[in-house]
């Protein structure tokens, strides 16, 4: 990964280096506002993040995917998990402006963990509605007692194998979705697949997010794959997570922004 980074700071740009007006305002005004971002929803996310990571309680975990960067044992503290498994705060609140900024009715949530990211896309757009699927059993009880004591109404959990949830809960949809976060199954062949179930879903102003994107050799070859595919009018590779959008009058382009 340490290759990947150098390689990204040496041909990432910042707002001088676009020339898609779509994605100027984006940049400068969500990706990295020039006014610094202080919503009153970060504080109580923030102060939950901080009770994970000094809890001490054990759980046992039913790991169906790759990508959770803890070791192989079934039971972990619930503290390992958000310090590994989180996204860190700063991502956060970058999905929660753009959840701001798109108001999606409609978010999927591949990979729930404890739910502190899902609070993000939650609380950015209360009017919406996030469901959020996740594989084991015990990280979802956590999760939907976190919505709960922060008076997050706007989450639904799936609970299941996202191979089998997937294709069930895009089909409850009515036809579209208008945003999604992959953050499940960090491998090839399950992440091109997810991406590809969701495809038929998608509208003009979709916005698909893709977690750690260059997490490893296999998670790169999915962005590539990803990048290419004929459906997909522009990216913005952030290193940590990449951008998706589907607008057919955008010039097909790839960005690398520094985030």
Same mark, same amino acid.
């Given at each position: $990964?340490?290759?990947?980074?150098?390689?990204?700071?040496?041909?990432?740009?910042n707002?001088?280096?676009?020339h898609?007006?779509?994605?100027?305002?984006?940049?400068?005004q969500v990706?990295?506002p020039?006014?610094?971002?202080q919503?009153?929803?970060?504080?109580p996310i923030?102060?939950?993040?901080?009770?994970?990571?000094r809890?001490r309680?054990?759980i046992?975990?039913?790991?169906l995917?790759a990508?959770?960067r803890?070791?192989?044992?079934?039971?972990?503290?619930?503290?390992?998990?958000?310090?590994?498994?989180?996204k860190?705060?700063?991502?956060?609140?970058?999905?929660?402006?753009?959840?701001?900024?798109?108001?999606p009715?409609?978010t999927?949530e591949?990979?729930?963990?404890l739910g502190?990211?899902? $609070?993000?896309?939650a609380?950015?757009?209360?009017?919406?509605?996030?469901?959020t699927?996740?594989?084991?059993?015990?990280?979802?009880?956590?999760?939907?007692?976190?919505?709960?004591?922060?008076?997050?109404?706007?989450?639904?959990?799936?609970l299941?194998?996202?191979?089998?949830?997937l294709?069930?809960?895009?089909q409850s949809?009515n036809?579209?979705?208008?945003?999604v976060?992959f953050?499940?199954?960090?491998?090839y062949?399950?992440t091109?697949?997810?991406?590809?179930?969701c495809?038929?879903?998608?509208?003009?102003?979709?916005?698909?997010i893709?977690d750690?994107?260059?997490?490893s050799?296999? $998670?790169?070859?999915?962005w590539?794959y990803i990048k290419?595919?004929?459906?997909?009018?522009?990216?913005?590779?952030?290193?940590w997570?990449g951008l998706v959008?589907f607008r057919k009058?955008q010039?097909?382009?790839?960005?690398?922004?520094?985030f």
């Amino acid at each position: $990964m340490i290759l990947h980074y150098l390689k990204y700071l040496l041909r990432s740009g910042n707002e001088h280096a676009i020339h898609s007006p779509f994605l100027f305002e984006l940049y400068t005004q969500v990706i990295r506002p020039r006014q610094k971002d202080q919503h009153p929803d970060y504080t109580p996310i923030q102060r939950l993040r901080r009770q994970l990571l000094r809890s001490r309680e054990t759980i046992r975990v039913l790991d169906l995917g790759a990508g959770s960067r803890v070791d192989g044992s079934d039971r972990r503290q619930v503290s390992r998990i958000a310090r590994n498994a989180e996204k860190p705060a700063k991502f956060g609140k970058l999905f929660h402006r753009l959840v701001r900024r798109y108001q999606p009715t409609t978010t999927l949530e591949l990979g729930t963990s404890l739910g502190v990211t899902t $609070m993000y896309f939650a609380k950015g757009y209360p009017s919406g509605r996030v469901l959020t699927l996740e594989g084991c059993p015990e990280t979802a009880r956590i999760a939907q007692e976190n919505f709960a004591a922060l008076g997050v109404e706007n989450v639904e959990v799936i609970l299941g194998n996202i191979d089998t949830t997937l294709p069930g809960t895009l089909q409850s949809l009515n036809g579209k979705v208008d945003l999604v976060f992959f953050d499940a199954n960090h491998r090839y062949e399950p992440t091109v697949r997810y991406f590809e179930t969701c495809l038929p879903y998608v509208h003009n102003d979709t916005l698909f997010i893709f977690d750690d994107i260059y997490w490893s050799d296999e $998670m790169v070859r999915a962005w590539a794959y990803i990048k290419d595919h004929p459906q997909v009018r522009l990216t913005v590779d952030l290193f940590w997570i990449g951008l998706v959008f589907f607008r057919k009058e955008q010039a097909k382009e790839d960005f690398t922004l520094r985030f």
